[in-house]
C-alpha cells in the first residue's frame, strides 16, 4: 500500500521549487530523504572531494575544499561531472595542485574544455550500436517471395 506521506529533502543545495516530495518517490540515506537528483548531485561533489584528497592533497582545508566545489556546481554552473573531469585529467598530465583554489583554473582552462568535449562525443557514440542487416533473411519475410524460387532476369527474358 503506496503511502502519501510526505518528507523533505535534506540536501543543502536543493534546486526544486519545493523541498517537500512523497516518501515513494524519495531516496533514502540513513534517515534522510532526498530528490533523486539531489542525492545524485551529493554523491558526484562527495566523489570530487575524495578524489582531491587521494591524489592532490592528504589534509586539505575542508571547508575551503568544498565551498570551492559548491561554487563551481552551484554558482558558476559547471556540472560535477566536470569537474571531477578536470581533477582526473590534472592527475593524468602530472598538474601540480597545492590547493583547491586551483580548482578554478583548472575548470577554465580551454584546454580541459576540450577535452572534456571530446570525452562526452566518445561516450555518445560508444552508445550507437551497429545493426547487421541480413538481405537475404529479410527477403524471406515477404509473403509469397522465395529467393530459392526466382532467378533474377534470366527467368523474364525466357
Same mark, same amino acid.
Given at each position: ?28 540515506? +540513513?534517515?534522510? *530523504?532526498?530528490? #533523486? @537528483?539531489?542525492?545524485?548531485t551529493?554523491?558526484?561533489m $562527495?566523489?570530487?572531494? /575524495?578524489?582531491?584528497v ?6 586539505p ?7 570551492i ?21 590534472a ?10 583554489? +586551483?580548482?578554478? *583554473?583548472?575548470? #577554465? @582552462? ?7 568535449? $571530446?570525452?562526452k562525443? /566518445? ?32 527467368r523474364?527474358?525466357?
Amino acid at each position: 500500500m503506496p503511502s502519501n506521506k510526505t518528507v523533505i529533502c535534506r540536501y543543502q543545495h536543493c534546486q526544486h521549487e519545493t523541498r517537500e516530495l512523497l516518501r515513494d518517490e524519495a531516496v533514502r540515506d +540513513g534517515r534522510s *530523504y532526498y530528490h #533523486k @537528483d539531489c542525492f545524485a548531485t551529493r554523491e558526484a561533489m $562527495q566523489k570530487i572531494v /575524495e578524489f582531491y584528497v587521494e591524489n592532490f592533497d592528504k589534509d586539505p582545508i575542508f571547508a575551503q575544499l568544498k565551498k570551492i566545489c559548491n561554487e563551481l556546481v552551484f554558482k558558476k554552473g559547471y556540472s560535477p561531472e566536470y569537474v571531477l573531469f578536470t581533477l582526473q585529467y590534472a592527475k593524468k598530465k602530472s598538474y601540480n595542485l597545492h590547493s583547491p583554489i +586551483g580548482m578554478y *583554473y583548472l575548470a #577554465k @582552462d580551454y584546454k580541459i574544455r576540450e577535452a572534456w568535449e $571530446q570525452h562526452k562525443l /566518445e561516450a555518445a557514440t560508444s552508445k550507437i550500436v551497429d545493426y547487421e542487416f541480413d538481405i537475404q533473411n529479410s527477403y524471406e519475410k515477404v509473403e509469397g517471395y522465395n529467393v530459392s524460387k526466382n532467378e533474377g532476369f534470366g527467368r523474364v527474358i525466357k
